[in-house]
């Protein structure tokens, strides 16, 4: 079967540095998409993995590592405005997306 | 401005009464998709469409009817809407399936059945 497991819920503080981490397993592979969701809103993308390696944007970062199903979303200069939902979802082969339950970050002053 | 939109916002039903939710995108994308989300479980596709006239059941169909006679517009309707069934609910659209696209969300709507 198809699966994305990730932390229900992480816990950081203002300023900080917070990984996101997320494995999955699906029916071929076309990359990984994180969204950040805030309570009650729309899930909004933030980036895209199809290539092994860090991909870098802002206080954002996103790595992927097909070998070994993982991925994670690094924030770093933690901001109050950061406390959200952070979805991972794979892309299959169908080109469908299977989404993981979401991480969600409460941010502490 | 490029958007997904829904209406309504924000429902409250009683069981059994038939009722529509729109979903509209300005985008000329191809497919469209609908979710609902609730809590611990994530998001979990109901239906989705690759274009006009094509529909196709996702994870969690039962209950629910779509239709895509434009492209622009993807209806969910709830024939007879169950308590099972409240939940916040999202339209999405992309610009196709024959390669990787992001998808691009509606602001949600929220639904209570009695």
């Known amino acids: 079967g198809q699966n994305i497991d990730q932390p229900t819920e992480m816990t950081a503080t203002e300023g900080a540095i917070v990984q996101i981490n997320c494995t999955y397993q699906?029916?071929?592979?076309?990359?990984l998409f994180w969204y950040q969701q805030h309570a009650g809103e729309a899930p909004t993308f933030l980036s895209y993995?199809?290539l092994d390696g860090l991909e870098e944007k802002g206080r954002f970062s996103s790595f992927l590592s097909r070998s070994k199903g993982y991925s994670y979303l690094l924030l770093k200069e933690l901001q109050m405005k950061d406390s959200a939902s952070y979805l991972c979802a794979a892309v299959d082969s169908n080109y469908q997306l299977i989404w993981g339950a979401g991480t969600k970050l409460i941010i502490k002053p | 401005e490029a958007q997904v939109t829904q209406n309504p916002r924000y429902l409250i039903t009683v069981t059994g009464k038939k009722l529509t939710v729109t979903c509209s995108q300005n985008m000329n994308h191809e497919y469209m998709s609908w979710y609902r989300q609730d809590p611990g479980l994530g998001l979990r596709q109901i239906y989705y469409?690759?274009?006009?006239?094509?529909?196709d059941k996702g994870d969690v169909p039962e209950g629910y009817k779509v239709s895509r006679k434009e492209k622009r517009n993807f209806p969910l309707i709830l024939e007879s809407p169950s308590p099972n069934q409240t939940s916040l609910y999202f339209c999405a659209s992309s610009r196709g399936t024959s390669d990787v696209e992001t998808q691009y969300f509606g602001p949600g709507t929220r639904l209570l059945v009695l």
């Open positions: 469409s690759m274009n006009v006239e094509v529909t």
């Open positions: 699906t029916s071929g592979f076309n990359g």
């Open positions: 993995n199809v």
